[in-house]
């Protein structure tokens, strides 16, 4: 029988034997959240999900990895919740929740946490938790975005045009195709493409300066719920992007789980 890697199929006693071996453990965090006419709500909960599936899988006999359940729900911005659909967590009671979900899984001995950030409202929560965390345990967890992470290989496939790929856009509508998730391409729109873009402030998640936080919902309307352009997605920019994501996050990790910090 094949032996699973997430952590909610072990028993106790083989808990503890992972904690001795020093495993390494996956905290995916997506949520529910509209996305467009053409995404389901599970979008950023689907992402993360298979990237920590199939990142386990990759690194499978090389580094003992445990993948936590994918917490399902988060914080968004209110003007996402025009659209039925998304669940909005308050960023401090967020806060609380993923620092109290490492407190548990530290206290257990557990040493070596990633935590993987499949949503774009979650950066500066995830980020002032795990400070939390290294403060009080002196363990200090790391984050990572696999969407960050695919940015210069989907920088040089994508066919979207700048602005095409924030929220529903090509970026997301590929992974999902990839995923063979129930994607409606009947529902394909491109009105919303986001218009703004500077010098400070890139008018889409993987171009440009991030000298700048200002609120895409900020600076415009969006008509469907989305920011971007799926109509150029496909499956084959969504295997490339995921692809890319798997080898980026194995080389961190294997950094991140052989690296001793020096006392
Ligand atoms: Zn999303």
């Known amino acids: 029988m094949e032996v699973s890697f997430y952590f909610v199929d072990k028993t106790w006693p083989e808990l503890e034997e992972a904690i001795r071996q020093n495993a390494l ?12 006419r053409h995404l389901p709500v599970s979008t950023d909960y689907v992402i993360v999900s298979e990237v920590a599936r199939g990142v386990a899988e990759k690194l499978k006999g090389e580094i003992p990895i445990l993948v936590l359940p994918t917490l399902w729900t988060g914080y968004s911005a209110r003007e996402v ?5 998304t669940i909005r967590i308050r960023p401090l009671v967020l806060i609380q929740l993923i620092h109290d979900l490492l407190a ?13 950030d499949g949503h774009g409202h ?59 998730q129930p994607v409606k391409k009947e529902e394909f729109t491109n009105e919303d493409i986001m218009r703004y873009h500077s010098e400070f402030v890139p008018g889409d998640n993987f171009l440009g300066s991030k000298g700048v936080f200002w609120s895409t919902w900020g600076i415009q309307k969006s008509e469907t719920g989305i920011y971007g352009d799926p109509t150029s997605a496909s499956e084959k920019t969504g295997r490339a992007i995921y692809e890319e ?12 789980y052989f690296y001793e910090p020096e006392s």
């Open 245 to 256: 994501i798997l080898e980026k996050l194995s080389q961190f990790i294997r950094e991140f």
């Open 122 to 180: 979650h950066k500066g929560i995830i980020e002032v938790a795990l400070r939390e965390i290294g403060d009080e345990y002196g363990i200090y967890p790391a984050s990572v975005s696999p969407a960050s992470l695919s940015a210069e290989l989907y920088s040089r496939i994508r066919k979207s045009p700048i602005g095409g790929s924030i929220h529903g856009g090509e970026w997301e509508t590929s992974l999902m195709l990839f995923f063979k």
């Open 25 to 36: 453990l996956i905290l995916p965090i997506g949520t529910i959240e509209e996305h467009g």
């Open 104 to 116: 548990s899984l530290i206290e257990m001995g557990f040493k070596k946490i990633i935590v993987l």
């Open 81 to 85: 919740a025009r659209w039925p659909g």
